[in-house]
């Protein structure tokens, strides 16, 4: 069972355009939502994450929005340049023992020069 | 910087082997971490460690175990390996929960290919 639902699979974008890849989770008690980037033969790393009681966070051109009633959050690139085509994946977590986190399927995005 | 380093960037067994993973952190984190990566199934948590010796199971432990005898190190043991556990194997590891910063560093994995 998935709990966290991610959209798209892949994402062509025109450089200089926004990106935006969406994620949906199901458990009310995630309390920790961060988006990993990975390029292609690295790990993850974090780029950004919010918790539940802000709506909006912005680091450089990355933002999340974060819609708590409707148990959506969404990663935005602005100006998207062709160095940030990699794979994305949202996650969320509970706290607990190590704070596991469960990721969402991953965005596959292709920034175009 | 951060450090998480996996023993092999490519493995090749055979069916039924016994397959051992190694993870070494740097950082002296108490909590680490085994996932499987699949095409379009994202990253899955197998087992996870929030302490020497301690260990829990994650969301697909079946087929696997795990072994932590030093803070630094995490093993994943493939008993007997099976060809749907062909994948990519990532470790991370982070700070316990306490910490305010609930980051997991990863290290740059291990695509296994079972035969």
């Known amino acids: 069972q998935q709990q966290v639902k991610q959209s798209p699979q892949s994402l062509i974008v025109q450089k200089g355009g926004i990106s935006i890849i969406n994620c949906a989770y199901e458990?009310?008690?995630?309390?920790?939502f961060p988006w990993y980037q990975q390029f292609p033969g690295k790990g993850p790393a974090l780029l950004i994450a919010i918790r539940p009681d802000v709506s909006e966070k912005k680091e450089g051109r990355f933002t999340i929005s974060f819609n708590k009633s409707a148990k959506q959050f969404s990663l935005h690139i602005m100006d998207s340049q062709p160095g940030d085509s990699a794979t994305y994946f949202c996650?969320?977590?509970?706290?607990?023992?190590?704070?596991?986190?469960?990721f969402g399927s991953g965005t596959q995005l292709t920034v175009l020069p | 910087d951060v450090k998480v380093t996996q023993s092999s960037r490519y493995l090749v067994k055979r069916t039924g082997e016994k397959v051992f993973l190694e993870c070494v952190q740097d950082m002296d984190h108490e909590n680490m971490f085994w996932y499987r990566q699949d095409p379009g199934l994202g990253l899955r948590l197998i087992y996870f460690?929030?302490?020497?010796?301690?260990?829990e199971k994650g969301d697909i432990p079946e087929g696997y175990s795990v072994s932590r005898e030093k803070k630094e190190r995490f093993s994943l043991i493939l008993e007997s390996a099976s060809t749907n556990q062909t994948s990519m194997y990532l470790c991370a590891s982070s700070f316990p929960p306490r910490d305010p910063s609930y980051e997991q560093y990863f290290g740059p994995g291990t695509r296994l290919t079972v035969t």
């Open positions: 458990n009310t008690a995630f309390d920790y």
């Open positions: 996650a969320a977590s509970i706290g607990g023992s190590a704070r596991q986190l469960t």
């Open positions: 460690s929030y302490d020497v010796k301690m260990k």
